[in-house]
């Protein structure tokens, strides 16, 4: 495969990656590799294959290649596939060469970013390919590990998923405890989206949470852009949907599970939003295995 800028499929974040690399670097280096620095001499050299040890989606390899380059310029990372692509156990997805000492001092951080974002991307395919031929689109939340929510939100993309609001300012989401707290001051939903409409800028949407169906109705008429139907049944999600009749868009939350994902998605909702995506992620099995056959013992050229 052609070798790629490591952050080519990255456009734009290429700042907060190296940001978030950095720490993951300083957090497992900060006093050194006690054990290699005492067994692998600095001028050895090898190659180690990533290796996909169950079936999954890959995401991730920008990120890992990025691990490498800042421990040793000299190492070459090569992706065999590229993020999004569907693999098979014991495919090799990946291919590091150079000093050994920086290989395996930046094992555990590749690994753990690759593994994470690739059990994200498999995951999210699965609730995908349970909505196929349906209009709804699959698409994640906030619930997303602090820090990492950038990694998070590409990795569903890569999944063949949609992202929600990636912060509190990307969108007006009007939730059960706003309606509570301006019910304090006897306002419903119709006087909230309609202050809410005043205040924000004309290209913000506005989404508004609802438990029941005479919710929905209110919201739609308010001018809701978006109404979530939260924790209702597929039935009355149905019902809403229906009453709704196209004056907003809707998107279903709220205990939905692979089981259930299909009988939601054709009620006729647009959107499916799952937390489980981000915040109850199962690593994919991908390993890092040194090739012997491939160690140098002669000085590396670094040229």
């Known amino acids: 495969m052609e070798e790629q800028n490591i952050l080519d499929p990255l456009p734009g974040l290429a700042g907060i990656i190296q940001h978030l690399v950095n720490d993951a670097l300083t957090e497992d280096l900060a006093m050194g590799d006690v054990t290699t620095e005492s067994l692998i ?11 996909a040890k169950s079936e999954g989606v890959i995401a ?8 490498f380059e800042q421990i040793a310029p000299s190492i070459r990372f090569i992706q065999l596939v590229h993020d999004g692509v ?19 001092m930046g094992e555990r951080t590749a690994l753990n970013f690759l593994q994470r974002m690739s059990g994200i991307a498999t995951e999210t395919a699965r609730y995908v390919a349970e909505v ?14 602090p820090g990492l929510r950038i990694l998070d939100k590409y990795a569903v993309q890569k999944g063949g998923g949609s992202n929600h609001r990636h912060n509190l300012g990307d969108g007006v989401l009007i939730k059960d405890n706003h309606l509570e707290a301006m019910a304090m001051s006897e306002r419903g939903i119709t006087d909230t989206i309609r202050l809410a409409r005043q205040m924000v800028p004309h290209t913000l949407k506005i989404e508004v949470e609802v438990e029941s169906i005479d919710q929905a109705v209110e919201a739609a008429s308010a001018g809701a852009d978006i109404i979530l139907l939260d924790n209702m049944s597929p039935e009355d999600m149905g019902r809403a949907v229906s009453a709704i009749d196209g004056r907003s868009m809707t998107e279903a939350s709220g205990g939905i599970t692979l089981a259930n994902v299909r009988a939601v998605a054709e009620v006729g909702v647009d959107l499916i939003s799952i937390g489980a995506l981000t915040h109850s992620v199962k690593a994919l099995d991908i390993s890092l295995d040194i090739e012997p056959t491939t160690m140098s013992f002669n000085p590396i050229n670094e040229s």
């Open 86 to 104: 569907h693999v098979s156990s014991g495919d090799v997805i990946a291919r590091v060469a150079g000093p050994l000492r920086g290989i395996l």
């Open 60 to 67: 991730g390899l920008p990120v890992a290649a990025l691990v």
């Open 41 to 51: 001499a600095p001028e050895w050299a090898g190659t180690g294959l990533f290796v």
């Open 132 to 145: 196929q031929g349906t209009k709804a689109l699959i698409i994640d939340t906030r619930k997303t590990a």
